[in-house]
């Protein structure tokens, strides 16, 4: 018996009517569907055999987007992805690893506490699927060691994430009598951990696909614990003096999840 996604996130949300849970809330369930649909359809592999929009003109394509922009100020656009017809034997453990420790911690509100969240959610609807005969004994299995797996991770990044923005807010250690110095260079992207020098709270930064140099950057060791040789910083870096500062940052990606570019197969999607 094959069921679709959207019945079964809503047979899911239904039986929560019927049972408290002291971990979440319906409401937070509907935000976490909301944001899987979201992955699902925009950002996956499971949506790419949708037929092409035919080629527009400039100003076809303006047009277009100022009624979207109308549309979204008036708040007429659908609260969530329509998932169609989508089916449960079209997801594998890997949607569930790239949304947990990829798509969610791109959002600017995430958090530990969400991630967390979140995978307890995923983790009960998997087990409601296959109490239901939804999902076999093979799938289940793959699906909540995946969530196991990416959740401990995920938290590590998204604690990550949060410490250093606190930390680039409070002026990146610099004494405030030198942050009004100029910068003599600059570097940003996706920066990878090379290595990490924990006797000397050192953390050496790589940035994918651009011809810079290994930045070194001095952190404390409240936060140097939360990271891991791998891990991806979207970050920029300034140089003054000699030394190497954080100037601004945004999501922190695990090593499991994220891929160099050159080992990523991109699929085909439609944005």
Known sequence: MNVKVQDAMDQFLDSLDQHDSDTYQRQDVEACFEMLAEFLVYYSNLFQDRTEAEATSLDD???????????????DLDASPDLGGLFLNRLDAQHFRDFLGWHILREPNASSVMVKMFAQILQAWVMFMYNQDWLNDEQKTAWCDVLDDVMVDALDAATAAHLLLYYVRLGSGVAPSLRGQRFDAFVEGHA????????????????????SPVVPIILPLEIINYLHLGDVLDVEM????????????????PASVY???DELEVPDKLT
């Open 192 to 211: 990878r951990i090379e290595t990490l020098d924990i006797e000397h709270k050192t953390v050496f930064l790589g940035f994918d696909n651009q011809k």
């Open 259 to 261: 891929m160099d570019a």
């Open 61 to 75: 394509w303006e047009e277009a987007l100022e009624g979207y922009i109308e549309n979204l100020f008036d708040g």
């Open 238 to 253: 300034g140089q003054r003096g000699g030394q190497w500062i954080m100037v601004d940052i945004g999501p922190v990606y």
